[in-house]
């Protein structure tokens, strides 16, 4: 069973279209994220949930929404797409502990988005 | 704030050489820090971890050391194969649910 996975693996689309990714993990986690990939295969962060509450909000063009519907769900979706958006969009999820020591996450396989 | 620098590369060695990539990283307190690895069209796996000062972290024969005088988290292998190709994401985390702040990573390609 995947842990953290990602849907559509691939998405080519035109500018101004409107679409989304979604994201599911069967880990118990309780914090889910969405990272973006660069072509220089730089990551940023964009969003972190944590039980379905949102706790970090990078600069993100407010065309980028995401939702979380429970904990175990972390979508996002995006409005009249940009050439500009085109990358790779990573979902990850991870556990707090009780010492509250980060332990790392847990990455799905990533979205790949073209904007053409 | 927090930031991790790493050796951007890219790096091509030849089969069996001995491998070193970078990182130093600053930070208040004590973060937990981490080194990731992304093969080719895949997402990013957890290779190792430290979470406190004189942690060693190891697994498949990569090794990295917290080492909190010098701020560094240097990744290495005796040697390196064909399939240690890929790219190498130095990382920092503080608190269990706070982002991770990763490197620029580093393309590592393996030449047999």
């Known amino acids: 069973d995947t842990a953290v996975s990602q849907t559509p693996k691939y998405l080519v689309t035109q500018m101004g279209n409107d679409k989304s990714i979604k994201c599911e993990q069967n880990?118990?986690?309780?914090?889910m994220y969405w990272y973006k990939q660069d072509s220089k295969k730089f990551l940023k962060i964009m969003f972190s949930?944590?039980?379905?509450?949102?706790?970090i909000n990078e600069t993100v063009p407010n065309r980028f929404s995401p939702k979380s519907p429970d904990k175990a769900h972390l979508n996002l979706h995006i409005n009249s797409l940009e050439l500009g958006d085109s990358a790779v969009y990573f979902c990850?999820?991870?556990?707090?502990?009780?010492?509250?020591?980060?332990?790392?996450?847990?990455f799905g396989s990533g979205t790949r988005l073209t904007v053409v | 704030g927090n930031s991790v620098t790493q050796m951007e590369g890219p790096v091509t060695l030849s089969e069996e050489a001995f491998l070193t990539i970078n990182c130093t990283y600053t930070?208040?307190?004590?973060?937990?820090l981490f080194w990731y690895v992304q093969y080719p069209g895949e997402g990013l796996q957890l290779l190792l971890k430290?979470?406190?000062?004189?942690d060693k972290g190891s697994n498949k024969g990569f090794e990295a050391t917290y080492r909190k005088e010098t701020t560094s988290f240097h990744l290495e292998k005796g040697s390196v194969q064909v399939s240690d190709s890929a790219v190498y994401f130095c990382?920092?985390?503080?608190?269990?649910?706070?982002?991770?702040?990763f490197g620029k990573g580093m393309k590592l390609t393996v030449n047999p």
């Open positions: 949930y944590n039980n379905k509450e949102l706790i």
């Open positions: 990382a920092l985390g503080k608190g269990g649910s706070e982002k991770l702040v």
């Open positions: 880990l118990g986690h309780d914090t």
């Open positions: 430290a979470t406190k000062a004189d």
């Open positions: 930070a208040t307190g004590y973060p937990s």
């Open positions: 990850a999820s991870s556990q707090l502990r009780r010492d509250r020591s980060n332990y790392g996450y847990t």
